[in-house]
């Protein structure tokens, strides 16, 4: 299992915008083989920045960067990012490989 996660650093006033733009937005993740689930997480208020994670669960790692070059990841960020003065910079991607399930 891979999960893939973006750190978004975004302004707390436009806390509810980014949460708009992620809730409307298509993803077509569920047409991508190897896709398992996404969790958009929201965190604590760290200087006044609030934290946002995108959380997807791939059923490897070869499954998510296919998707990374998928028709349905061009179709997915085809609309553009986020509203301009949400984000404080660019998001922050890491992939992790899981070593261990309970």
Do not use: C
């Not at 806390?15 to 569920?30: G, I, Q, T, V």
């Not at 070869?62 to 349905?72: G, I, L, N, V």
């Not at 990841?73 to 992939?95: I, N």
């Amino acid at each position: 299992m891979y999960i893939a996660m973006n750190q978004f650093r975004v302004n707390p006033e436009r806390a509810s915008d980014f949460e708009k733009m992620w809730e409307e937005r298509d993803s077509y993740l569920n047409e991508v083989p190897g896709f398992k689930s996404f969790h958009l997480l929201k965190g604590a208020l760290e200087e006044d920045v609030q934290v946002y994670i995108s959380h997807s669960i791939w059923q490897n790692e070869e499954t998510f960067t296919d998707w990374t070059q998928s028709e349905a990841f061009q179709k997915a960020h085809a609309r553009g990012g986020s509203p301009s003065g949400t984000l404080l910079g660019p998001p922050k991607f890491s992939g992790w490989q899981v070593v261990l399930e309970k």
